[in-house]
């Protein structure tokens, strides 16, 4: 048994124990879920779920069923001890670590899978991805039963596919959205950052820039076609492959044009840097006329 500074469950009867004692105190319950290698990203979702809840709780689990074969699963950072430092130090009431058996056992037999604002974006370079996430959230949603879940903008598409599934299987719980926190230079935190090298590090932060800059060209009327060609041409010359870039409908995700800009939109990105991906994402307004 580690010794920390913090309560942490492994099973799902611990975890139950615990959020029934709250509940019988009548304490209201936020959630954070992530895959560990916390970084200040994470926590300013720790902060946010406290704010809005009695009692909080950040689960920390690498979702096999989220990568492919090909991805990254075996070298994922794993950091559980600082980690539990970190959440120690911003007052999370409890860190929910389970075993891949406690949240997959022996004959587990179901996936969920994703239409509306999966379609798309992430899901064109990994068709698997929405389906692991959106199966992995409401299994630890239904585990945890929280009044309140907490996810970052970061992953702005998985924000709106966690809504959709929390409205469509009726989970009764409210998803709330975190915004981006970024290194000074602009890069996104990611727990992947750390795959990059010096030089790649260096490039890193241009993703931010393109997509400001894309960002402000759409506010400012220029036809979308266009500034999208021109962002991608940019991202081209600074990074080693473009997955998409695009400007949707910020709500939905569905395509949007000039003609349909009437309503708030947002630009997103996704780029590979060596074996990095990276993604990132801003707001963008109507023109003004
Ligand atoms: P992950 O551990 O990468 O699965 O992320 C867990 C949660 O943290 C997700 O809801 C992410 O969107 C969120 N997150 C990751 N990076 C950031 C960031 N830089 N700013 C805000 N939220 C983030």
Redesign the pocket.
């Known amino acids: 048994m580690l010794n920390l500074q913090i309560p942490h469950a492994t099973t799902l009867s611990a975890l139950r124990a615990r959020v029934r004692s709250w509940r019988e105190d009548r304490m209201t319950i936020g959630f ?11 926590l ?2 720790v902060r946010l779920a406290k704010a809005h809840c009695d009692k909080v709780v950040t689960s ?1 689990f690498v ?1 096999p069923e989220q990568f492919s074969p090909q991805e990254d699963l075996d070298t994922y950072p794993r950091t559980f001890i600082e980690d539990a430092q970190k959440l120690s130090a911003e007052k999370c009431d409890l860190i929910y670590a389970p075993e891949t058996h406690e949240v997959y056992p022996d004959g587990f037999a179901t996936r969920i899978q994703m239409g509306g604002p999966a379609e798309g974006l992430e899901s064109v370079d990994r068709p698997h991805f929405f389906g692991g996430v959106a199966t992995v959230v409401a299994k630890l949603l239904n585990q945890v039963r929280p009044d309140v879940a ?7 598409q ?2 709106l596919v ?1 809504r959709q599934l929390a409205r469509d299987l009726d989970l009764g719980v409210d998803i709330i959205g ?5 290194e000074p230079d602009g890069l ?5 950052n750390v795959y990059l090298s010096d030089e790649e590090r260096g490039r890193a932060a241009e993703l931010n820039v393109i997509l400001a800059g894309l960002a402000s060209e759409v506010s400012a009327g220029t036809p979308i076609e266009e500034a999208v060609s021109s962002a991608r041409r940019a991202a081209q010359t600074t990074f080693d492959a473009v997955d998409y870039i695009a400007v949707r409908c910020a709500r939905t995700l569905a395509p949007i044009d000039s003609a349909t800009l009437d309503r708030p939109a947002r630009v997103l990105g996704a780029v590979r840097l060596g074996v990095t991906r990276l993604i990132d994402n801003r707001a963008a307004s109507a023109p003004r006329i």
Request: overall charge negative; cysteine-free; hydrophobic content about 45%.
């Open positions: 954070v879920p992530t895959m560990g290698a916390l970084h200040e990203g994470h300013a979702l920390i979702n907490v996810f970052g903008e970061k992953d702005y998985q924000l966690v975190g915004e981006i926190v970024r996104a935190m990611s727990s992947r």
